[in-house]
């Protein structure tokens, strides 16, 4: 499992880098993440952005606990060289 959450890790990065239509696909997959899955246990990974505000970055699914596993992506995410260099804050929110 830790193998695959250095993958998500890598994924998380990767998207941050992406240009200004990671925005726009992003509120359609959270639209659409909340139209058809409503309190199945599925878990968004969020980061703060400079502003105060949350940004989602990574869904979580398919896990038997998906609040524990999101837990320890995101713990991940805060040991992580960049989100030391840059303070990042993430959180898990339920998807709803």
């Not at 038997?64 to 959180?91: F, K, M």
Request: hydrophobic share 45%; aromatic share 8%; glycine share 6%.
């Amino acid at each position: 499992m830790l193998r695959e959450l250095h993958l998500a890790i890598l994924t998380i990065f990767g998207l941050a880098a992406c240009d200004g239509t990671h925005d726009s696909r992003t509120k359609k997959l959270v639209a659409a993440v909340d139209e058809k899955a409503p309190n199945d246990g599925h878990q968004w990974l969020e980061i703060e952005n400079l502003f105060g505000e949350w940004e989602k970055v990574t869904l979580v699914f398919g896990y038997v606990d998906n609040p524990a596993a999101c837990q320890e992506l995101a713990a991940l995410a805060r040991e992580s060289t960049i989100a030391n260099r840059s303070g990042a804050r993430y959180r898990c929110v339920p998807a709803q």
